[in-house]
């Protein structure tokens, strides 16, 4: 039999989906591309906005019309959250969540013999452990992730990604140790470690990021170990201060922001203010001189009224990140925000990102073109015809003309900077 999947959101699913696959293939499946025929075919899903859900339900539909005999899968987070919804997609044979993800194998076995349809979502509770696959490769890939830590318990007023993910938990430091050296002895050399609410790995074990840092960053064969997206929370000065003091550490922070506004922060039910968010971003870079930092703000979220996105903007021109995920706050049913008042016009939302865009893009690019004269490290990832594509450990994106082995760290002298990448060429 051959399965492929259709991954939606962020890069815990894409590592949740890498780990079933693995699973399907140690069981005799062979996993295709979801653009080849296949007799699986599994969406797992994302539901962190009203549009991540439309995506899914248009995806169900897509490869039930385009592939009728073959067996649909829906998991992920949207029918983990929304399982009543997810029911009501007819064209899926079998419905589960992101909690069941290792039971796949066994549902599908189950579908082949009764030809009956699966719907088997259960629920996360309090006390669940962590849980879920281990991957030992990817495929086409030079950077490798790991999910470390699963669940949330911020309930920011706009988000459903607690009642689709559950409570926080770890991933145990002898099962991230086991699956990176597995990784490593396959020749990755850069680690991603990832979770849906990453700054707080081991707050329900006792340990903190710097365990899980560190623990990657001793296996030889490991020249990376990078962060995904944080949450200002639990990042405090030890944790600084450890992190500092592993030399494989990569320095790039991606930190939600959301807004500028602290009326604005505290509607959302964050957890944090602007003064507060500010101290953190200077100790990061007084810490580490060629951090990059990135981050991620929302406009129009109801009751910002005009100057309130004033104020938002000014704060992240102030801040000067690196690069800015700019979007549009999307009504995401069942959530608190969902209902409130003074909700903002679509087409006032739009302007509002167009505005917030545009004034960091111009920040984005002065400091790309500041990188012009240096020269900088890369892993490739890419390469091209007598051209390679990689990162900086900092992950300023890098295109340079020349040739150089596969994934091995090469430095190249940096003389320009266009269409969001710095340009170069590899020194001899």
């Known amino acids: 039999m051959k399965c492929a999947f259709y991954t939606l959101g962020c890069k815990v699913n894409q590592y949740e989906s890498e780990a079933m696959a693995r699973d399907l293939v140690r069981n005799g499946i062979t996993c295709v591309n979801p653009d080849e025929e296949a007799d699986i075919y599994v969406i797992n899903s994302c539901t962190v906005t009203a549009e991540s859900d439309r995506k899914t339900r248009q995806a169900v539909r897509r490869f039930r019309k385009n592939h009728p005999d073959s067996i649909i899968v829906l998991t992920g987070c949207m029918p983990q959250a929304s399982p009543d919804t997810a029911d009501g997609l007819p064209e899926a044979d079998i419905i589960i969540g992101n909690r069941s993800n290792e039971k796949l194998y066994g549902l599908i076995l189950q579908f082949i013999s009764f030809h009956n349809r699966i719907v088997a979502v259960e629920p996360h509770v309090n006390t669940e452990a962590f849980y879920g696959g281990t991957v030992s490769s990817y495929s086409e ?137 500010e101290d953190l971003c200077c100790r990061l870079r007084d810490t580490f001189p060629d951090c990059t930092l990135t981050t991620d703000v929302m406009v129009g979220f109801p009751g910002e009224i005009e100057s309130d996105f004033e104020i938002s903007l000014n704060f992240v021109k102030k801040m000067k990140f690196e690069k800015v995920h700019v979007f549009p706050y999307s009504r995401r049913p069942g959530t608190l925000a969902a209902k409130f008042p003074e909700q903002v016009e679509k087409n006032e939302k739009q302007r509002r990102a167009e505005i917030m865009t545009d004034e960091t893009e111009k920040i984005r690019r002065r400091f790309l073109e500041k990188q012009i004269g240096k020269t900088l490290e890369i892993i490739p990832e890419e390469n091209h015809s007598g051209s390679v594509q990689g990162y900086t450990a900092n992950y300023i994106p890098v295109r340079a003309e020349g040739t150089c082995p596969f994934g091995e760290p090469v430095k190249v002298k940096i003389t320009g900077a266009e269409d969001g990448f710095c340009t170069g060429e590899i020194c001899k």
């Open 141 to 277: 890939k030079t950077r490798a992730i790991i999910k470390i830590e699963d669940g949330c318990n911020r309930f920011c007023s706009y988000c459903i990604i607690p009642y689709a993910r559950g409570r926080v938990r770890s991933k145990p430091l002898e099962v991230l140790k086991k699956e990176a050296e597995e990784l490593a002895s396959n020749g990755y050399r850069e680690i991603v470690l990832v979770g849906i609410n990453l700054s707080a790995y081991g707050s329900d074990t006792g340990c903190t990021m710097v365990d899980a840092v560190r623990c990657v960053a001793d296996i030889d064969g490991v020249d990376r170990v990078r962060l995904g997206s944080l949450e200002p929370d639990h990042i405090t000065g030890d944790v600084i201060k450890g992190l500092s003091q592993i030399k494989k550490f990569c320095p790039q922070f991606h930190i939600s922001l959301q807004s500028g506004c602290d009326k604005t922060l505290k509607r959302m039910n964050r957890h944090y203010n602007t003064v507060e968010y």
